[in-house]
């Protein structure tokens, strides 16, 4: 069945149960995904597929229910349990279906030249990026390279008179490499997003991977004590997105956050500014609404240091007596509206990565950390984490490090911030941040 | 779910270029999600998964596609949309399904849809009384529900036709703990195979109860010291170090690539003598188990490693392909969004001939980690880690003061062999795991053990 007409149906029927405000969020796509292995296409897959998800407000309570069948048995479900799932809410938190807003950015998400590759010239790019990192260095012994791409719509239609439709596609191409010398086996990938093939650096992905494995041969762990250190900046990213919950409005209010009451406040060292930008050009939290449909717009959320606001949705606007920022997300489509940041990143500074090095007589350069969603807690800011990178002695590298963890609170962290890097970097994901360098963090070693 | 001519015609599409094994994932899952914050109930998420997966293999290679669309026009579109990634002419193939009936081992009595979510609720606020009331740190309880009932049906080019149903219920319970600017976190998560009948079995408020001593306990701990020092690991879910610095270097996803420390290795001793693990999939009712995997074939009870020696590794038909073995019945998946490979079910250390009471007599100095938080593994390199929820000091012998914030770090191969003293009182403990074919449920479990040596990582410093 046909989307407007499922919703039409669905929004009658809802309207015969009992529910005054109803609406349909829906989201549907395209993905392609393959991988080589020793020169064959060894793994390969197709997806159409989609979702939707149905909230209502019956007696004054919102239900949600979802579904990835649209037919008729479907409806029926969808209000039964949307009508069950409202009467056993009992929270007092106001959730409301919305009208639109006053008008919407234009944002640039999707990419005809993407859409007019084709699968020849993709699998062509796996093959190319494989054959590279084997060529680069003999100690190479197995690399696993893959494209992954797709396309995806996102449509909002609600009883109120909202119906927005956004539509984004993306492209990615990553490579893993393990290296062996002797004994040693060191892992490294590399990855791409891109929005024409053509501007994949098949090289350059390769050379970044295999460079870095087969840097890390001879690593030894250090002695335990405090260093100053240097996050790389994926890793300055990777922590960034650990901690951004703490910005949730939602958690501010239901004490899941130390921010609480921060506005205003210095929080962390001046020289760090935060952008939650959802109008970034083809990045993955980009879109011009947001899960309840409201406009989303750039703002700072640190600005030198100082918090400006929290990430709102409607519900948690409403309690705090704001405008929502345009926050609103899910999960997934089944999810029920929470809080997340679209595009969000450190702003860069002017230090070149190489010499926030050369600045350094003893640190530790943390090129990789693991165990962020456990031995991280996003709520008190303490992580004690594995890690591994390179030593740092006189401003240059002597070798590289493993099997330590770094640990610290990321508030005071982000207090003792001395340098910030000019390298932006993202990734392919929704969290950026240059190279940092950290006054210290304890380090775990022998 | 679907008939068999369409299963017939839509296997035989999908051989038209040449792949040499076809197969058909159904899956219709309904499931409920309830989340309670400080007693009330916040969100209330029910619904139906539906798709369908359709997989070739041909030699070491796979193409896979899935829809949400079962009309007959479209599953044949798909599969031919498959087959087109393949380049190669049919085999003569005729494709006869014949339907096997499976011996249900995990009975249900209390269907989720047969419990009002009233009654959920309810559960729920007795786990939400039980952990607030338990100390005043307790500043803040989060209780998850889920349950979920999802049935299968796999055909395959081999004339496999079998279906299944799955039913699974958990409740979590996040219980905060507050002092000052500091919070901490006590987690406990139960779950089975089983129906509402579960709750009847299990004391929720006992689990409730524990969460909250875990954080009221860590709130008023010290940070942990860092360094190298035997750590004693307790029971139950202790047993996720044997997941993450073993268990996913013994699944063919890795192995068979060679891309595992623990490739080629069958027969040697890669463990130390009282180290004894299996692989279960069978135990009744329990969150890891299945009666068939996502592959049809029936689970079974693998043993890995008999005092020290690898003995199996968790193999999926694909993976076992390369390797020259036969499935496990390890093929898992998330949903049908997903290409199944070898994952874990309910995979623990064997009881060994200490007590708890020796272990901790035994230990001069070092950590007693009896709460385990997640972790991760690179088998490629064996290196994994994992966080501690709740630990204390060992000194001279005895349980000395609590600590808070610990890591383990280390490498699968080693920590293997520095096992060094294996209680008798096993237990199990329920996990999601999240790996390349989505998240999927699994046991996880071990008796009390030692590790004569491991890299504790903490913010105290050196330890003394």
Same mark, same amino acid.
């Given at each position: 069945?046909?989307?407007?007409?499922?919703?039409?149906?669905?929004?009658?029927?809802?309207?015969?149960?009992?529910?005054?405000?109803?609406?349909?969020?829906?989201?549907?796509?395209?993905?392609?995904?393959?991988?080589?292995?020793?020169?064959?296409?060894?793994?390969?897959?197709?997806?159409?597929?989609?979702?939707?998800?149905?909230?209502?407000?019956?007696?004054?309570?919102?239900?949600?229910?979802?579904?990835?069948?649209?037919?008729?048995?479907?409806?029926?479900?969808?209000?039964?349990?949307?009508?069950?799932?409202?009467?056993?809410?009992?929270?007092?938190?106001?959730?409301?279906?919305?009208?639109?807003?006053?008008?919407?950015?234009?944002?640039?998400?999707?990419?005809?030249?993407?859409?007019?590759?084709?699968?020849?010239?993709?699998?062509?790019?796996?093959?190319?990026?494989?054959?590279?990192?084997?060529?680069?260095?003999?100690?190479?012994?197995?690399?696993?390279?893959?494209?992954?791409?797709?396309?995806?719509?996102?449509?909002?239609?609600?009883?109120?008179?909202?119906?927005?439709?956004?539509?984004?596609?993306?492209?990615?191409?990553?490579?893993?490499?393990?290296?062996?010398?002797?004994?040693?086996?060191?892992?490294?990938?590399?990855?791409?997003?891109?929005?024409?093939?053509?501007?994949?650096?098949?090289?350059?992905?390769?050379?970044?991977?295999?460079?870095?494995?087969?840097?890390?041969?001879?690593?030894?762990?250090?002695?335990?004590?405090?260093?100053?250190?240097?996050?790389?900046?994926?890793?300055?990213?990777?922590?960034?997105?650990?901690?951004?919950?703490?910005?949730?409005?939602?958690?501010?209010?239901?004490?899941?956050?130390?921010?609480?009451?921060?506005?205003?406040?210095?929080?962390?060292?001046?020289?760090?500014?935060?952008?939650?930008?959802?109008?970034?050009?083809?990045?993955?939290?980009?879109?011009?609404?947001?899960?309840?449909?409201?406009?989303?717009?750039?703002?700072?959320?640190?600005?030198?240091?100082?918090?400006?606001?929290?990430?709102?949705?409607?519900?948690?606007?409403?309690?705090?007596?704001?405008?929502?920022?345009?926050?609103?997300?899910?999960?997934?489509?089944?999810?029920?509206?929470?809080?997340?940041?679209?595009?969000?990143?450190?702003?860069?500074?002017?230090?070149?990565?190489?010499?926030?090095?050369?600045?350094?007589?003893?640190?530790?350069?943390?090129?990789?950390?693991?165990?962020?969603?456990?031995?991280?807690?996003?709520?008190?800011?303490?992580?004690?984490?594995?890690?591994?990178?390179?030593?740092?002695?006189?401003?240059?590298?002597?070798?590289?490090?493993?099997?330590?963890?770094?640990?610290?609170?990321?508030?005071?962290?982000?207090?003792?911030?001395?340098?910030?890097?000019?390298?932006?970097?993202?990734?392919?994901?929704?969290?950026?941040?240059?190279?940092?360098?950290?006054?210290?963090?304890?380090?775990?070693?022998? | 779910?679907?008939?068999?001519?369409?299963?017939?015609?839509?296997?035989?599409?999908?051989?038209?270029?040449?792949?040499?094994?076809?197969?058909?994932?159904?899956?219709?899952?309904?499931?409920?999600?309830?989340?309670?914050?400080?007693?009330?109930?916040?969100?209330?998420?029910?619904?139906?998964?539906?798709?369908?997966?359709?997989?070739?293999?041909?030699?070491?290679?796979?193409?896979?596609?899935?829809?949400?669309?079962?009309?007959?026009?479209?599953?044949?579109?798909?599969?031919?949309?498959?087959?087109?990634?393949?380049?190669?002419?049919?085999?003569?193939?005729?494709?006869?399904?014949?339907?096997?009936?499976?011996?249900?081992?995990?009975?249900?009595?209390?269907?989720?849809?047969?419990?009002?979510?009233?009654?959920?609720?309810?559960?729920?606020?007795?786990?939400?009384?039980?952990?607030?009331?338990?100390?005043?740190?307790?500043?803040?309880?989060?209780?998850?529900?889920?349950?979920?009932?999802?049935?299968?049906?796999?055909?395959?080019?081999?004339?496999?036709?079998?279906?299944?149903?799955?039913?699974?219920?958990?409740?979590?319970?996040?219980?905060?703990?507050?002092?000052?600017?500091?919070?901490?976190?006590?987690?406990?998560?139960?779950?089975?195979?089983?129906?509402?009948?579960?709750?009847?079995?299990?004391?929720?408020?006992?689990?409730?109860?524990?969460?909250?001593?875990?954080?009221?306990?860590?709130?008023?701990?010290?940070?942990?010291?860092?360094?190298?020092?035997?750590?004693?690991?307790?029971?139950?879910?202790?047993?996720?170090?044997?997941?993450?610095?073993?268990?996913?270097?013994?699944?063919?996803?890795?192995?068979?690539?060679?891309?595992?420390?623990?490739?080629?290795?069958?027969?040697?001793?890669?463990?130390?003598?009282?180290?004894?693990?299996?692989?279960?999939?069978?135990?009744?009712?329990?969150?890891?188990?299945?009666?068939?995997? @996502?592959? =049809?074939? /029936? +689970?079974? #009870?693998?043993?890995? &490693?008999?005092? $020290?020696?690898? %003995?199996?590794?968790?193999?999926?038909?694909?993976?076992?392909?390369?390797?020259?073995?036969?499935?496990?019945?390890?093929?898992?998946?998330?949903?049908?969004?997903?290409?199944?490979?070898?994952?874990?079910?309910?995979?623990?250390?064997?009881?060994?001939?200490?007590?708890?009471?020796?272990?901790?007599?035994?230990?001069?100095?070092?950590?007693?980690?009896?709460?385990?938080?997640?972790?991760?593994?690179?088998?490629?390199?064996?290196?994994?880690?994992?966080?501690?929820?709740?630990?204390?000091?060992?000194?001279?012998?005895?349980?000395?003061?609590?600590?808070?914030?610990?890591?383990?770090?280390?490498?699968?191969?080693?920590?293997?062999?520095?096992?060094?003293?294996?209680?008798?009182?096993?237990?199990?403990?329920?996990?999601?795991?999240?790996?390349?074919?989505?998240?999927?449920?699994? @046991?996880? =479990?071990? /008796? +009390?053990? #030692?590790?004569?040596? &491991?890299?504790? $990582?903490?913010? %105290?410093?050196?330890?003394?």
């Amino acid at each position: 069945m046909k989307l407007e007409l499922f919703a039409e149906k669905l929004f009658a029927a809802g309207k015969e149960s009992g529910f005054t405000d109803m609406e349909v969020f829906f989201s549907g796509g395209s993905s392609f995904r393959a991988g080589v292995f020793k020169g064959e296409i060894d793994n390969y897959t197709l997806a159409e597929s989609s979702g939707l998800s149905f909230r209502g407000i019956y007696n004054g309570k919102m239900g949600y229910a979802f579904t990835e069948k649209l037919d008729e048995e479907s409806i029926d479900m969808l209000i039964n349990d949307a009508q069950q799932n409202a009467i056993i809410n009992d929270s007092e938190d106001v959730e409301e279906i919305f009208a639109g807003s006053a008008e919407y950015a234009e944002v640039d998400a999707y990419s005809q030249e993407l859409a007019n590759a084709t699968t020849e010239q993709k699998l062509a790019l796996v093959h190319a990026i494989e054959k590279a990192a084997y060529a680069l260095d003999d100690r190479i012994a197995t690399v696993q390279a893959f494209f992954g791409g797709g396309a995806s719509e996102r449509r909002i239609i609600n009883n109120k008179g909202l119906n927005l439709a956004f539509q984004g596609n993306t492209a990615m191409l990553g490579v893993s490499v393990i290296a062996r010398q002797g004994q040693e086996t060191k892992t490294a990938y590399g990855r791409e997003v891109a929005r024409d093939l053509a501007e994949f650096d098949v090289d350059k992905i390769a050379k970044e991977a295999v460079d870095e494995a087969v840097s890390l041969f001879g690593a030894d762990t250090i002695v335990s004590k405090d260093y100053p250190i240097i996050l790389r900046n994926d890793v300055a990213a990777q922590l960034l997105a650990v901690f951004a919950p703490a910005f949730s409005a939602e958690n501010v209010q239901k004490g899941l956050s130390l921010l609480r009451g921060k506005i205003g406040e210095q929080i962390y060292d001046a020289k760090i500014t935060i952008v939650d930008d959802p109008h970034m050009p083809g990045k993955p939290g980009s879109c011009p609404f947001d899960a309840e449909g409201v406009a989303t717009y750039k703002k700072n959320v640190v600005e030198d240091g100082v918090l400006k606001t929290y990430l709102h949705n409607l519900k948690t606007a409403r309690q705090d007596g704001v405008e929502s920022t345009g926050n609103a997300s899910k999960r997934s489509y089944k999810s029920s509206i929470g809080i997340s940041p679209s595009n969000f990143y450190i702003q860069p500074g002017e230090v070149n990565y190489d010499e926030m090095i050369k600045g350094t007589k003893e640190g530790l350069i943390i090129i990789s950390l693991q165990g962020t969603h456990s031995g991280a807690n996003p709520v008190s800011g303490d992580f004690s984490l594995a890690a591994y990178g390179y030593l740092v002695q006189d401003g240059a590298i002597v070798g590289p490090v493993h099997q330590i963890t770094v640990a610290g609170n990321y508030y005071q962290m982000m207090r003792e911030v001395l340098q910030i890097g000019n390298d932006l970097y993202f990734g392919g994901g929704s969290y950026g941040a240059p190279s940092l360098k950290i006054a210290r963090l304890a380090v775990a070693g022998k | 779910m679907l008939p068999k001519p369409l299963l017939e015609r839509v296997l035989l599409q999908a051989l038209a270029t040449g792949g040499d094994f076809a197969e058909i994932f159904v899956e219709d899952k309904y499931s409920t999600n309830l989340n309670m914050v400080g007693g009330k109930l916040e969100t209330g998420l029910s619904g139906r998964d539906y798709g369908v997966g359709i997989r070739i293999l041909k030699g070491f290679n796979y193409v896979y596609a899935y829809t949400n669309d079962d009309s007959e026009a479209n599953l044949l579109k798909v599969a031919k949309t498959a087959a087109d990634a393949l380049v190669g002419a049919q085999r003569d193939q005729v494709i006869d399904l014949t339907r096997q009936e499976i011996t249900n081992r995990h009975l249900i009595e209390r269907y989720p849809h047969a419990v009002s979510k009233q009654d959920k609720v309810a559960l729920m606020l007795r786990a939400n009384n039980a952990a607030l009331n338990y100390s005043s740190f307790i500043s803040q309880v989060r209780v998850s529900y889920l349950d979920e009932d999802q049935k299968v049906l796999i055909a395959n080019s081999d004339g496999l036709l079998v279906e299944d149903r799955r039913v699974r219920t958990r409740c979590s319970i996040n219980a905060i703990a507050s002092k000052g600017n500091e919070k901490q976190v006590g987690f406990y998560g139960p779950g089975a195979s089983k129906g509402f009948e579960f709750y009847d079995e299990i004391d929720i408020e006992d689990y409730a109860r524990e969460a909250a001593r875990i954080a009221a306990t860590m709130i008023n701990a010290d940070l942990c010291p860092s360094g190298r020092f035997p750590v004693i690991i307790d029971n139950e879910f202790g047993g996720v170090i044997f997941h993450e610095a073993c268990g996913h270097s013994l699944e063919a996803t890795s192995v068979a690539k060679k891309m595992s420390v623990f490739a080629d290795r069958l027969g040697e001793k890669i463990a130390s003598d009282v180290v004894s693990a299996v692989d279960d999939g069978t135990i009744p009712n329990a969150w890891g188990s299945q009666n068939i995997d @996502d592959e =049809g074939t /029936p +689970t079974r #009870r693998n043993v890995l &490693i008999e005092n $020290g020696i690898l %003995k199996s590794y968790m193999i999926d038909k694909l993976n076992g392909r390369r390797m020259g073995m036969a499935s496990t019945g390890n093929s898992r998946r998330q949903s049908y969004r997903f290409a199944p490979t070898s994952r874990m079910t309910n995979t623990f250390i064997l009881p060994g001939k200490h007590t708890r009471d020796e272990i901790i007599a035994a230990t001069e100095f070092g950590l007693l980690a009896t709460y385990m938080g997640g972790g991760s593994v690179r088998p490629a390199t064996g290196e994994f880690n994992f966080a501690v929820r709740e630990a204390y000091m060992v000194r001279n012998g005895r349980i000395a003061e609590p600590v808070r914030g610990a890591t383990l770090i280390g490498k699968g191969s080693e920590i293997l062999h520095n096992i060094d003293m294996v209680a008798d009182n096993l237990a199990r403990g329920q996990g999601m795991c999240g790996s390349a074919s989505g998240s999927i449920p699994n @046991d996880v =479990g071990q /008796p +009390t053990i #030692r590790v004569s040596e &491991i890299t504790v $990582g903490g913010r %105290k410093g050196a330890a003394k």
